[in-house]
């Protein structure tokens, strides 16, 4: 147990300044009537909801004997800091909180205001998401598109009850102050890794060794399910017929189709996965060369990889088993940047039809926030 | 009353039309159309109903108008009101409101929007048309429409392999149900020398039992039975239900889980006023009836895909339902029906959760299972439940492979001399018979059979060519000649204007057809009909005025051809028994002919690479 919640705090970098109450939010997908409301659930989680793994990750941080090893360890956590597993349904766009029973007075207090925040950010969030929905109107009031996001999770008829990885791109492994401020149009995955406790290299291997296969995995399985989605997806997910409870196929007759449907991937753009580390190139090769599984994945470019310098803010391209410094395309100062999210998101363009050239439209540039 | 009912058909058929004006991305005003005909409808189903019972529960009898008469023919459209119809309109009504409103949100963004729509209008048109009719010539119109309908829905996706063949298979047991209903008008014309309409069933039945010769009765009798079982997917041609579920799953739980599918239930209870007193037909329709559900059972007990299994338990229950109605539990057969239509939608809408259900299931009530050996009984029943009884091969290989190899003995008529010198002869036959001398004797002279069985053997090589697709077209039309001359040479005298009913609409037909395949022969040098060429997905409205023309040709209700094909049955007598099964076959085989052709050419995976192509078996 011990082991688990070390590797866990030092991969995500954090080892000091707790606060007093943590969330591990895990996240799964309720969705009625959707053969393959697996492919919204976690992929690491074999397609499952990780509300389990966030549960028993604060069950074991709050542990007194693991805190007491830990802090032998040199990771001590503050009595007063309180670990809460919570899980985050992304099609309804509902938290729910797990053993709030072990909260003391102070951290419970704190709690019920932290749901409050955590309601804001789920309207917000129902809205952003609103945007790609034709049936819904994105300019209601924040809890009418929150209701009416919520009921698509829970419709029977609704081939599309969330939009899941579709048109990811990113994966920005580093401190959170680095993408802090971008608007990145849902775009990115993010992962916490702090460099300037990873001197060696050493945390960094364990980071990057899911990166391949989680963030690419799911990246490819977009992407070719896009590319060609009549051969290598599943094609239109309307006439499918469930076939002895692990795959679809079309009608009686037809054979297994694998991929995903069309409706999941008409959003998505197939490019592949580009992931940026905040650290210096050379450790960063180091980390990606420790396994050769894991090295595969950037050598025969599935997914290209940038490194962040940290101290010359300079960006490294990997090409042909080396990372060479890369000249930016796009200066600073044409990045443009929004004053009132909400307003930005009302006025976001609609696709007129899912043709690949009109769905194409729909996406937005990357821009600042202020 | 009466005159109400002609709504029930009028306003999806007008929905039908005014969705065509709209284009497939103009979603929102082709949902409000189709809202404004589900609530029309279903107020319409009630009005009915309740006006029906106020009335004192008493059938309501309407002619609306006669479409065609001469001193031997009437053809008119007329309408009839019952306990039976009050059931099938209210059920219809509100499956077709759930499933409509079910499908704009499913059918959101979808290629085919706009077409899903037309076609379960034009389905709902149907459906009214049948449940509401008074006479077969009315029912057999809705039962033709009903069954385009049901074809274009299984060829939804029409750019894969699979939705076209087995469109093309639902296609082919449809044609033998509406040529022995086509049979039974004609015998029952002959039966009572006039056209009758349902309420005069029981009449006909005294008529029948009167008469010496128990043929006639038999013939019409089968001729009701075969047409129901084919649709209600009764034993043997169970095969084709769980294949026709290709469409959308909202398209296959409005058809085969629930309206379309007990139309055979409906037919046998309409015409059981005539086979009431006939214990032979209740035998027969009792043992089909438990074969199937027997049969059904095992299979769909043991299939792998959730939407077979519903199919198969489905027809158990309508196996069920034959069962009553030979019994004669009336009421017990329409609530069975209803509460098996409403059940099979639910459980086909919702086939796509079975995952979440049973796997959560799974996770949450674990048991490990129990190995023990299985019995010899139960292991056989398993196997012949997976392979379905072998009846798809068998039919297969007993029904269609031999007139597949008998029009395959006919591949030289592909040489052109032979196309141009049939369709000659053909013409200068057809001068011959209507300028016939008074004194010619048709019944001897083996004239009108021999001329019949080469229209047979016309429309045979064009359902089996594998070559040019114009030269099967071109028999087609040389085909439909020949039976006309046979009709000629069979009968003592015929009206002109019903000839020209006849041959209008074919030549229409067939002048319409032949531009659009020629349009495709100058895009592509080859459109042989050995392999699909997906023709649709660049040509789309060539592909669109084919599907007319196909259906023109086979005598579709939207030529005058129609009403001539029922007028030509009526010149050939009733002891002509060779005679008829070959006009039977022939109809049969033009409508198979006419639509592989459609099918080959317009459907399928398109033969060029630069589109995404589905593999073969998917």
Not at chain 1, 111 to 130: D, M, P, V, Y
Not at chain 2, 295 to 320: D, N
Not at chain 2, 490 to 506: C, D, M, Q, R, T
């Amino acid at each position: 147990m011990t082991a688990r919640a070390e590797a866990f705090l030092r991969g995500i970098g954090l080892i000091k300044d707790f606060a007093p109450l943590v969330y591990i939010v895990a996240h799964g997908s309720s969705s009625a009537n959707n053969p393959h409301h697996g492919a919204h659930d976690c992929g690491a989680c074999s397609g499952r909801p990780g509300a389990t793994n966030a549960r028993v990750q604060a069950f074991i941080l709050n542990h007194e004997k693991v805190r007491n090893i830990l802090a032998e360890r040199g990771i001590s956590i503050p009595e007063s800091t309180q670990f809460v597993g919570c899980m985050h349904d992304t099609a309804a766009d509902v938290m729910d909180y797990y053993d709030e029973d072990v909260l003391d007075e102070t951290n419970g207090q704190a709690h019920l205001l932290n749901i409050q925040r955590f309601e804001t950010a789920l309207n917000l969030n129902a809205k952003e998401r609103s945007r790609r929905f034709a049936s819904i109107n994105t300019k209601q009031e924040l809890e009418q598109v929150r209701k009416a996001i919520h009921n698509r999770s829970v419709s029977l008829f609704e081939p599309r009850p969330e939009l899941g990885h579709g048109t990811n791109t990113l994966a920005i492994i580093g401190r959170r102050q680095v993408s802090k401020g971008l608007f990145l149009d849902r775009r990115a995955f993010l992962n916490s890794y702090d460099y300037t406790t990873d001197p060696d290299g050493s945390i960094l291997s364990a980071v990057m060794r899911p990166i391949g296969l989680v963030c690419g995995g799911i990246n490819l399985e977009y992407y070719f399910s896009r590319v060609d989605n009549i051969k290598l997806g599943a094609g239109t997910k309307l006439p499918h017929n469930v076939m002895g409870l692990f795959g679809v196929a079309n009608s009686s007759d037809g054979d297994l189709r694998p991929g995903l449907p069309w409706q999941m991937i008409e959003v998505h753009d197939p490019v592949r996965l580009l992931v940026i580390v905040e650290q210096s190139p050379e450790i960063v090769l180091q980390a990606i060369q420790s396994a050769p599984a894991v090295f595969e994945w950037y050598q025969n470019e599935w997914v290209h990889i940038v490194a962040l310098h940290p101290a010359t803010q300079q960006f490294y391209y990997f090409r042909n088993g080396v990372f060479e410094p890369y000249q930016l395309l796009t200066a600073a100062s044409e990045i443009r940047t929004i004053h009132n999210m909400e307003e930005f998101i009302e006025g976001a363009r609609e696709m007129e039809t899912n043709h690949i050239v009109h769905a194409t439209e729909e996406n937005l540039p990357v821009y600042l926030l202020d | 009353m009466g005159q109400l009912l002609v709504l029930a058909v009028l306003v999806p058929l007008l929905a039908f039309f005014a969705t065509l004006l709209w284009q497939n991305k103009n979603e929102r005003p082709i949902a409000w159309i189709v809202r404004i005909a589900k609530v029309v409808n279903i107020g319409l189903a009630v009005l009915f109903a309740a006006w029906w019972i106020l009335d004192g529960l008493k059938p309501v009898d309407y002619q609306l108008l006669t479409l065609y008469k001469s001193d031997h023919f009437v053809f008119a459209l007329h309408f009839y009101y019952d306990e039976i119809t009050a059931v099938f309109s209210l059920t219809g009504a509100v499956l077709f409101f759930l499933v409509a409103t079910f499908s704009k949100y499913y059918m959101h963004r979808d290629q085919g929007f706009k077409r899903f729509f037309n076609t379960i209008l034009l389905f709902s048109t149907a459906y009214n048309l049948i449940i509401l009719s008074g006479n077969f010539e009315t029912l057999f119109i809705g039962w033709e429409i009903k069954g385009i309908c049901s074809f274009l829905l299984i060829a939804f996706y029409r750019d894969r392999y699979l939705p076209a063949k087995n469109a093309f298979k639902a296609v082919s047991n449809y044609r033998i149900s509406d040529v022995s209903l086509m049979l039974a008008m004609w015998m029952m014309h002959h039966l009572m020398n006039q056209n009758i309409s349902f309420p005069q069933l029981g009449l006909a039945k005294l008529t029948a039992l009167a008469t010496t010769s128990p043929f006639m009765s038999v013939f019409i009798v089968c001729m009701m039975i075969l047409p129901a079982v084919v649709k209600s997917a009764q034993f043997p041609f169970t095969t084709w239900l769980p294949r026709a579920l290709e469409g959308p799953t909202s398209s296959s739980a409005i058809f085969y889980g629930s309206l379309s599918v007990h139309i055979g239930v409906f037919l046998l209870l309409r015409t059981h006023p005539f086979w009431e007193d006939m214990l032979w037909a209740k035998i027969l329709i009792i043992v089909i009836g438990a074969l199937t559900a027997i049969t059904a059972t095992v299979i769909a007990r043991v299939q792998p895909t959730v939407k077979t299994q519903i199919a198969y338990s489905s027809a158990a229950q309508i196996g069920l339902m034959f069962i009553e109605i030979a019994l004669g539990f009336h009421w017990l057969v329409l609530l069975h029906f209803a509460g098996n239509a409403f059940l099979r939608t639910y459980q086909l809408l919702v086939s796509p959760s079975v995952l979440n259900y049973l796997v959560h299931h799974q996770i949450f009530h674990y048991t490990a299972p129990v190995h023990k050996a299985v019995s010899r009984w139960k292991a056989t029943l398993y196997v012949l439940g997976i392979k379905e009884w072998n009846l798809d091969t068998i039919l297969y290989r007993y029904g269609w492979k031999p007139f597949k190899t008998m029009g395959a003995v006919f591949g030289f008529l592909q040489n052109k001399v032979f196309a141009n010198t049939l369709a000659i002869m053909g013409v200068f036959l057809l001068i011959a018979g209507y300028n016939k001398p008074d004194s010619f004797q048709s019944q001897v002279s083996g004239m009108p059979m021999l001329l019949m069985s080469v229209a047979l053997v016309l429309f045979l090589f064009s359902f089996s060519s594998r070559g040019r697709a114009i030269t099967a077209w071109w028999y087609l039309l040389t085909g439909h000649i020949f039976i006309l001359a046979a009709v000629l040479f069979n009968a003592p005298h015929i009206y002109f204007s019903e000839l020209f009913f006849y041959a209008s609409g074919v030549l229409i037909a067939f002048l319409l057809g032949y531009y659009c395949l020629l349009k495709i022969e100058r895009i592509d040098q080859d459109i042989s009909l050995s392999r699909f060429h997906g023709y649709v997905y660049e040509q789309e409205n060539t592909g669109f005025l084919f599907l007319l023309a196909a259906m023109g040709m086979l005598g579709f209700p939207i030529t005058a051809a129609f009403i001539g094909i029922d007028v030509l049955f009526t010149y050939i007598h009733s002891d002509q028994y060779v005679l008829i099964a070959m006009l039977g076959l022939s109809l049969f085989f033009v409508e198979l002919a006419a639509f592989r052709i459609l099918l080959r050419i317009f459907f399928g995976p398109h033969k060029k690479l630069y589109h995404p192509v589905a593999f073969r078996s998917t």
